[in-house]
């Protein structure tokens, strides 16, 4: 069994307590800044507090303006205006998955994000000019994606700005929630590592050991087509099985994933068929 040590009491808190499978995860403050955020981020999550913790397995660090997800000496933050994000709007992908949920020039669909995740999807198809509400059932994942929709809303990018308006975050199982009146639900479940940078597999080992062993991608679809929406976009690794029961009007592909569409009977701006 892995034991966690925080330094200041001696105390031992194992894996246990903090199974990282429902993200109920440790908050550590930054040294030597007010704890006061940190507390308040414990207390929605449903976790505790350790200061001057050392921990061996995934917690969240909670600074008086940054926050991050830690785990083994890597850090993963959500920051609609680093670097990152503001040349990823730029990105070929950015294109397919605004055209996988339907964006046009005069048409910006509403969109059900049912896996927020880190909310990198969201936040692209937000800067289309789309509607988005986020829902991320990981408790750490969601306070996480609020912050850094907080965040956005007084980035010193406008277009940041505009986006961030467009965000509702949800804590919640997606198939807990009734689906408001929406035209797409977009899935990007969990699937088994892949090839892929250093980076990216930082982020999805961390998503990974945060996730329910349970998620169920399956499950989710079977919710999905049940849901009054339009649309159903899916995204896949690029040779991965379709997912659901269905064949997908028509699939998007890019280099490294894929667009599975399922365009329902009441989605009027779309013609039938296959290809695209
Ligand atoms: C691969 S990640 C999504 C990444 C996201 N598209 C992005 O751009 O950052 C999948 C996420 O879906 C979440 N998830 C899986 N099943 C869910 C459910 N039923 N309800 C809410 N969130 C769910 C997981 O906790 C995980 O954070």
Request: glycine share 6%.
């Given at each position: 069994?892995?034991?966690?040590?925080?330094?200041?009491?001696?105390?031992?808190?194992?894996?246990?307590?903090?199974?990282?499978?429902?993200?109920?995860i440790p908050v550590v403050p930054v040294k030597g800044e007010s704890a006061a955020r940190a507390r308040?981020?414990?207390?929605?999550?449903?976790?505790?507090?350790?200061?001057?913790?050392?921990?061996?397995?995934?917690?969240?660090?909670?600074?008086?303006t940054d926050a991050w997800l830690q785990m083994a000496g890597n850090q993963v933050r959500i920051a609609?205006?680093?670097?990152?994000?503001?040349?990823?709007?730029?990105?070929?992908?950015?294109?397919?998955?605004?055209?996988?949920?339907?964006?046009?020039?005069?048409?910006?669909?509403?969109?059900?994000?049912?896996?927020?995740?880190?909310?990198?999807?969201?936040?692209?198809?937000?800067?289309?000019?789309?509607?988005?509400?986020?829902?991320?059932?990981?408790?750490?994942?969601?306070?996480?994606?609020?912050?850094?929709?907080?965040?956005?809303?007084?980035?010193?990018?406008?277009?940041?700005?505009?986006?961030?308006?467009?965000?509702?975050?949800?804590?919640?199982?997606?198939?807990?929630?009734?689906?408001?009146?929406?035209?797409?639900?977009?899935?990007?479940?969990?699937?088994?590592?892949?090839?892929?940078?250093?980076?990216?597999?930082?982020?999805?080992?961390?998503?990974?050991?945060?996730?329910?062993?349970?998620?169920?991608?399956?499950?989710?679809?079977?919710?999905?087509?049940?849901?009054?929406?339009?649309?159903?976009?899916?995204?896949?690794?690029?040779?991965?099985?379709?997912?659901?029961?269905?064949?997908?009007?028509?699939?998007?592909?890019?280099?490294?994933?894929?667009?599975?569409?399922?365009?329902?009977?009441?989605?009027?701006?779309?013609?039938?068929?296959?290809?695209?």
């Amino acid at each position: 069994m892995q034991s966690i040590m925080a330094n200041h009491s001696m105390q031992t808190v194992t894996n246990d307590d903090y199974p990282a499978t429902d993200g109920r995860i440790p908050v550590v403050p930054v040294k030597g800044e007010s704890a006061a955020r940190a507390r308040a981020a414990a207390e929605v999550i449903g976790s505790k507090v350790f200061e001057g913790a050392e921990l061996a397995s995934p917690y969240l660090v909670v600074g008086e303006t940054d926050a991050w997800l830690q785990m083994a000496g890597n850090q993963v933050r959500i920051a609609f205006d680093s670097a990152t994000m503001l040349h990823r709007r730029r990105g070929g992908q950015n294109e397919l998955l605004g055209r996988a949920v339907g964006v046009k020039a005069s048409r910006q669909p509403s969109v059900w994000d049912a896996t927020g995740g880190l909310g990198r999807d969201a936040f692209v198809l937000a800067d289309l000019g789309c509607r988005i509400t986020l829902c991320e059932r990981v408790p750490a994942l969601a306070w996480l994606l609020q912050d850094a929709v907080s965040a956005a809303k007084v980035s010193g990018h406008d277009q940041v700005r505009a986006a961030a308006e467009r965000m509702t975050v949800r804590h919640q199982d997606s198939r807990n929630l009734p689906v408001p009146a929406c035209d797409v639900i977009y899935l990007d479940p969990m699937f088994p590592e892949r090839k892929k940078s250093a980076a990216i597999k930082k982020e999805a080992a961390m998503l990974q050991r945060l996730s329910h062993p349970q998620d169920d991608a399956e499950a989710l679809w079977e919710w999905a087509w049940q849901q009054p929406v339009a649309r159903i976009v899916v995204k896949r690794p690029l040779r991965a099985p379709v997912l659901g029961r269905q064949r997908p009007s028509h699939a998007l592909t890019g280099k490294a994933v894929r667009f599975d569409v399922f365009v329902r009977p009441r989605d009027t701006t779309e013609t039938h068929g296959t290809g695209e």
